[in-house]
């Protein structure tokens, strides 16, 4: 445990300089007084730092020393090269970059570790896209991105889904969630989401003060919850053929099946009786209908007339052949 403090304690000197023995307790999460032990037992281990007292002082190493990788476990060399999806670093627009990033890790590491994270590699692969649906084009992912890093404004022309609207961004941060990238940024003093394939151009603008106390994994992490919360959902309670329970989860999605309740009561063919939350009601009665007749609507009512108007429809159209 200490080893690993010891070798935290050296890495965050060595990327961000002098720092407090206060600043340094707060990041490994011990005493000001145990930072003052591990910098008495790296000098003493002939690592180059030093500890200046007064206000201006602080816990800093010899200008220009450098530590290597080999206080890096096993765990986390294979965490480091499993967490670099080649796909979505392409799109960015960083694919050779991250090839060249991890080979220079890889020659830094010490043998064992080199070997351990060659053979992960090897072993495993991350595919963040869902099945039977492609990736989206986003051809002008880079250009946000970029923006992005270096703080600049970006008009866009965004498809809204009923017109196509033009919007000035002030963009603070990209997400790839479920296989489908997404702009997070600032209009009008309002952070707001914007799915990158949507955009159909792009125009860099001036620079702009990005808030420091915008934190994007917070605000992804609140929005998208609220979202799920929010999203409007219909209840409806069905029969389904215990043989293709098991295509409940691709035919309605997944958090419908996950968010299913089994419903007691003896039924005369045997089949499952649930209650289903589906999110986009207007969409409903279409997927439902989908699972064709190994799966029966019981109510609401105006649903199962729903469905029943679809399949009579699907069979007018069909009736009299090519």
Known sequence: MRASRLVNLLLLLQNRGQLTAGELARELEVSERTIYRDVDALAAAGIPIYAERGPHGGVRLVEGYRTRLTGMTSDEAGALFLSGMPGPAAELGLGTVMTAARLKVLAALPTELRSRASRLVERFYLDATAWFRPGDTVPHLPALAEAV????????????????????VEPLGIV??????YLVGRRDGEIRTYRVARVGSVEIGDRFERPDTFDLEAYWVESSAAWERDVPRLEVVVRVDPAFLDDLAGQLGGDVVDDAERLDGHDPEGWARLRLRLTYPHDAPGRLLGLGSHLEVVEPAEVRQRVVALAGGVLVRHADGP
């Open 149 to 168: 890093w270096e703080g600049f404004r970006v008009r866009i022309n965004y498809d809204r889904g009923d017109a196509m609207v033009e919007r000035l």
């Open 176 to 181: 790839l969630k479920g296989g489908t990238w």
